[in-house]
């Protein structure tokens, strides 16, 4: 084969890159190629922390391709016109790409497959973004799991595939190709940015995995609860972006687990197991795509959710009252990031101490979160709201005082975030309505809600659609 495109798109790095691989060795000439889509100013998810790292994450991809001898070409538009309007333009025996996994980006890549197969041109797309796709991990009877720890069984008993090597340097020169402007700033979109992000790009994820499999790994089962503490591995955003390739992750976790101690041991299979809830609901999402649109138990979607728009407003700027959801909340927007124990303390105050539909959250998180991805986000807020899949019943509810003196017991993480409590004691960080004398003087709301009188709202709620059952 002469020429090939290989279509960039959640796997924005020259390692470890599966379609990437395969175009390389079957193309003496590969042409890089990235679609800014239209969508990415458009959609209603967008968000400017996740397109700030996306587009700097590709700038960051142009400057590797380029040392390597392979220039990447950027194009503006519909990728189901481009695409095949650009293999026509090139000359190109066919188009590699990645599998996406989303009920859009599979409609997307068969109208593609289409267009390009009634002109004779191949379009290949590749296993990548997991090690495990939808049927490859299936129950005795040949179904989806809908449970995870079964699932995690089965997954860990097999033998991740290998990473895939890097792309190699060529100094053949080919014709220069037009390539349109790529902005920097999301700005450009129309979603100015104001958030601090973290690094972007694949030198910055490698980075980013081998401090965390050096030391902090060894202690990711309890410090990932923390907020204060930096206990996850903020891979999460690269994973999203494909700055980093699944399988890369995997076998140097293998190998930092193989010189561990036993207690290290089983921090390092709690981060995969952490990782392995990705696979999962990304084969929920296929096998199940009706998850995209409401509840994955249908009898949910009758469930009779508050209208209260000031309430979820309040949720969203983090002036509910609560110390510790109001903490969280205004961290994410400040940063677009937030741990997964304070993404379920949030989540379920919102579902059910507000009693507002998971799915106003979802769309809220998709539109902050540096690492909002479909599958993950909707298959945590279903699960935290007790609509999803696994074992989670409607009646586990956190409780936001509670959660917040377990894991942030001396507020540090609070201080950081809601200076109006600074200075509280350490007994009243979390319930500052404690000392009514005190807290008539902090510039800081009451509660919009009481817990202890919506938690069986909550369950008279869910009991209403269940028959009582």
């Known amino acids: 084969m002469k020429r090939a495109i290989h279509w960039f798109r959640r796997d924005l790095r020259v390692s470890d890159n599966v379609a990437l691989s395969e175009a390389a060795s079957r193309a003496e000439q590969v042409i890089p190629v990235f679609v800014l889509e239209d969508a990415f100013q458009k959609g209603p998810d967008v968000g400017a922390a996740r397109a700030a790292f996306l587009l700097r994450s590709v700038e960051s991809l142009r400057k590797n391709l380029e040392v390597l001898g392979h220039p990447l070409v950027i194009r503006r538009g519909k990728s189901v016109e481009v695409i095949p309007a650009l293999a026509k333009e090139l000359g190109v025996q066919a188009v590699f790409a990645n599998r996406r996994y989303e009920p859009y980006a599979l409609r997307r890549d068969d109208k593609i497959f289409n267009a390009l197969n009634g002109m004779g041109i191949g379009f290949e797309v590749f296993k990548d973004a997991v090690a495990w796709e939808e049927r490859e991990i299936l129950t005795q009877a040949g179904k989806p799991f809908t449970v995870f720890t079964p699932y995690s069984k089965v997954w860990k008993a097999r033998t991740s595939p290998a990473p895939r090597a890097r792309l190699a340097p060529t100094k053949r020169k080919w014709d220069a190709i037009v390539s349109d402007e790529l902005p920097l700033d999301p700005a450009a979109l129309g979603h100015p940015l104001t958030q601090t992000i973290q690094e972007p790009g694949e030198h910055a994820a490698l980075a980013t995995l081998k401090t965390f499999l050096a030391g902090p790994v060894f202690r ?66 296929i096998n199940f795509p009706q998850v995209t649109k409401g509840a994955f138990r249908p009898e949910y979607d009758r469930l009779a959710w508050s209208e209260n728009e000031e309430h979820f407003q309040a949720w969203c700027a983090g002036m509910t009252g609560y110390p510790i959801v109001d903490a969280a909340m205004r961290c994410l927007n400040a940063t677009g990031n937030m741990n997964n ?12 101490d507000l009693l507002i539909n998971w799915q106003r959250g979802e769309r809220y998180f998709m539109q902050q979160l540096i690492d909002g991805d479909m599958a993950a986000n909707n298959g945590g807020w279903q699960w935290s709201a007790g609509t999803g899949t696994d074992a989670a019943p409607y009646f586990r509810i956190f409780n936001p005082v509670s959660q917040g003196e377990k894991f ?14 600074a200075a509280l004691p350490d007994d009243l960080i979390h319930q500052p309505w404690g000392n009514p004398l005190l807290s008539s003087k902090l510039k800081y709301p009451s509660r919009i809600v009481l817990h202890e009188e919506q938690r069986p709202k909550c369950l008279a709620m869910f009991k209403a659609v269940k028959g009582g059952g």
């Open 341 to 352: 124990r304070l993404r379920m303390i949030v989540a379920m105050f919102l579902t059910k």
């Open 220 to 285: 990711y089962a309890d410090a990932r609860n923390f907020p204060a503490e930096q206990g996850t591995s903020l891979l999460s955003a690269h994973l999203r972006c494909g700055t980093i390739g699944p399988r890369a992750i995997y076998s140097q976790l293998k190998a930092a687990r193989e010189k561990g101690t036993p207690d290290q041991q089983r921090n390092c299979d709690a981060w995969l197991s952490e990782l392995i809830w990705r696979e999962f609901y990304l084969q929920i999402i």
């Open 408 to 421: 942030d017991a001396q507020g540090k993480f609070v201080r950081q975030w809601v200076p109006e409590l």
